[in-house]
């Protein structure tokens, strides 16, 4: 059986997750650093519109909102970056562009 589109999507989340997250001793969490390198890289267009001129201090706003005790972004804490961040594109498609999720 063939996956749908949303299952194809969810997979493709979950590698993006794991392809930024086993690169250093916590495999299944983001560093600020591997959080960093996707959000750059997979986000590229977003960060240049919602970043404000300061890409990194964006990301690490999203990376210590997301943190864990262990100072680690988890799956949980990652999927909730990424429902910010689709939140955001969903307000776009409504011609609303501003960055700000919580509208």
């Excluded at 749908?4 to 560093?31: C, P, R, V």
């Excluded at 201090?57 to 799956?75: E, H, P, R, S, T």
């Excluded at 307000?91 to 509208?103: A, E, G, L």
């Amino acid at each position: 059986m063939t996956d749908t589109k949303l299952e194809g999507a969810m997979k493709g989340l979950i590698n993006s997750f794991h392809k930024y997250s086993t690169k250093t001793e916590g495999w299944d969490e983001l560093s600020l650093q591997e959080l960093t390198q996707m959000i750059k890289k997979e986000y590229p267009t977003f960060l240049s519109t919602c970043a404000l001129g300061n890409p990194d201090g964006f990301i690490k706003g999203l990376f210590d909102n997301n943190k864990g005790q262990n100072g680690q972004v988890d799956f949980k804490g990652f999927m909730t970056i990424m429902g910010q961040i689709t939140n955001i594109y969903h307000k776009r498609s409504h011609n609303d562009k501003t960055c700000d999720d919580r509208k």
